[in-house]
């Protein structure tokens, strides 16, 4: 199946910080997005994007299918920002595949 | 996109009793999976949930000890038997978006089950 990378794993900022969350995976995928887990377990649909460039408020994110990675950029960072971030990927089974995540810490 | 209900939301069981988690979506839906997530890790697929038919399990788990239903396109339910403490685990349920035709992965709330 696909291998799904997450770099890094874990990452600690301060408030208003920027940050960029990489995803890397091994084969063609048809489907691709990045979710937030907040402390309390729920996911949250942040992206979809098999390909190319969202941007949504302070988050945007850039998949570059050709080369297999996708990026999640954050700007100016906040406390609620804090949470797991997931990458997960499928092909044309649409069974997805997730990483293991990057552990954001925002600090006030 | 896809509002999917879960329940329960929370739940503290004891050890060799089972579990069922349901989840309900608010429209019809293709693909359905359940996922499960220990501790401090990632999302594991379990199974994908077929209307009509038995799910189809990943490796490592089984329809003894995870049995699935899915009697229509909108519900499915997640049994966790003979529960010990290494199940304790975040479930979760997932649909493909049916409305979009993408492969669009939406989540219910999650079931937090501890087991003492």
């Known amino acids: 199946g696909i291998q799904v990378e997450q770099s890094p794993p874990d990452l600690i900022l301060q408030e208003g910080a920027n940050s960029t969350l990489r995803c890397n995976f091994s084969?063609?995928?048809?489907?691709l997005q990045w979710f937030h887990q907040n402390p309390w377990g729920q996911l949250i649909n942040l992206f979809y994007?098999?390909?190319g460039t969202k941007q949504n408020g302070r988050l945007s994110a850039t998949t570059v299918a050709t080369e297999r990675y996708s990026l999640l950029y954050i700007s100016s960072s906040q406390t609620t920002d804090s949470g797991v971030y997931f990458c997960?990927?499928?092909?044309?089974?649409?069974?997805?595949?997730f990483g293991r995540g990057t552990s954001l810490i925002v600090h006030p | 996109s896809a509002v999917i209900s879960q329940k329960p939301s929370r739940d503290i069981c004891q050890r060799g009793t089972s579990l069922t988690i349901q989840c309900q979506v608010d429209?019809?839906?293709?693909?359905m999976f359940w996922y499960r997530q220990q501790p401090g890790q990632s999302l594991t697929l379990i199974a994908t949930?077929?209307?009509?038919?038995?799910?189809?399990?990943e490796s490592g788990f089984v329809i003894d000890k995870f049995p699935i239903s899915r009697p229509n396109l909108t519900f499915s339910t997640l049994t966790v038997s003979n529960m010990s403490p290494e199940d304790s685990s975040i479930y979760l349920c997932?649909?493909?978006?049916?409305?979009?035709?993408?492969?669009?992965?939406?989540f219910g709330e999650g079931s937090r089950l501890t087991v003492l």
């Open positions: 994007i098999p390909s």
């Open positions: 997932s649909v493909l978006d049916g409305t979009s035709n993408t492969g669009e992965l939406f």
């Open positions: 429209s019809q839906v293709t693909m």
């Open positions: 084969d063609s995928v048809n489907n």
């Open positions: 997960a990927v499928s092909g044309g089974s649409y069974i997805p595949t």
């Open positions: 949930a077929n209307q009509g038919s038995e799910a189809t399990y």
